[in-house]
């Protein structure tokens, strides 16, 4: 079990550029997510979805899309990136409603 | 909205001293409550959870927390801390009719010689 995947690790961007944050997890999760941590704004939801063909908004979606072809993958798009963006992005994935998030190590996003 | 508040952005605290983190919730149905634990430059990992039942849940780390449904809190409790405790604190809710769960800003406890 690898649990929760995040790639890249680290990633440098240039205003303007488009590119894809890859999460997959090997539980059968039906919930995942995408979350961007700031210093001293805490964990903010992105995206999640409940299950494949399904997805939905969360706090902060504007500037980032996502889809969900497969239980497995939730990747996370950034169609044209702003220094604002900069920030370590979190993916989780859970069983159910009650049942804790898996988190992935992050990725380091710097767009300069 | 659900919205978790973490009144105290950093708190301080002598080695083997107590210590309380404060989360507060607003949300009028019922919910459950998450602390999440983030060590220097790792992920987060869970401490510990509230779903339904008793009201004192308990980590094996000797942390605890109660849930408060009057006074929509889930403080998380040390009775003493130890170096090793240093990393920041999240709590987390999630409403038992919804999809989203939603962090609070997080509080860094700093663990003093």
């Known amino acids: 079990n690898a649990g929760v995947t995040q790639t890249p690790k680290f990633q440098v961007l240039k205003t303007g550029q488009s590119m894809t944050l890859q999460c997959a997890q090997d539980m059968n999760h039906e919930y995942m997510s995408w979350y961007r941590q700031d210093p001293g704004m805490g964990l903010r939801l992105i995206h999640y979805s409940v299950g494949a063909g399904i997805t939905d908004q969360g706090e902060v979606p504007n500037g980032y899309n996502v889809s969900r072809s497969t239980t497995e993958d939730f990747p996370l798009r950034l169609l044209s990136a702003a220094p604002s963006q900069t920030s370590v992005y979190f993916c989780a994935s859970s069983y159910g409603r009650g049942v804790p998030l898996h988190f992935g190590n992050g990725t380091r996003l710097t767009v300069t | 909205a659900q919205s978790v508040t973490q009144l105290d952005s950093q708190v301080p605290v002598f080695e083997e001293a107590p210590v309380e983190l404060r989360c507060n919730y607003s949300?009028?149905?019922?919910?459950?409550l998450f602390w999440y634990v983030q060590y220097p430059n790792q992920g987060l990992q869970l401490l510990l959870k509230y779903l339904s039942g008793s009201t004192l849940v308990e980590s094996i780390n000797g942390f605890e927390a109660e849930f408060n449904k009057s006074q929509t809190s889930f403080h998380l409790r040390k009775p003493s801390v130890h170096i090793s405790d240093t990393a920041e604190y999240f709590c987390?809710?999630?409403?038992?009719?919804?999809?989203?769960?939603?962090f609070g800003k997080g509080t860094r406890l700093h663990i003093l010689p």
């Open positions: 949300s009028s149905v019922s919910v459950y």
């Open positions: 987390a809710v999630r409403l038992n009719r919804d999809d989203k769960i939603i």
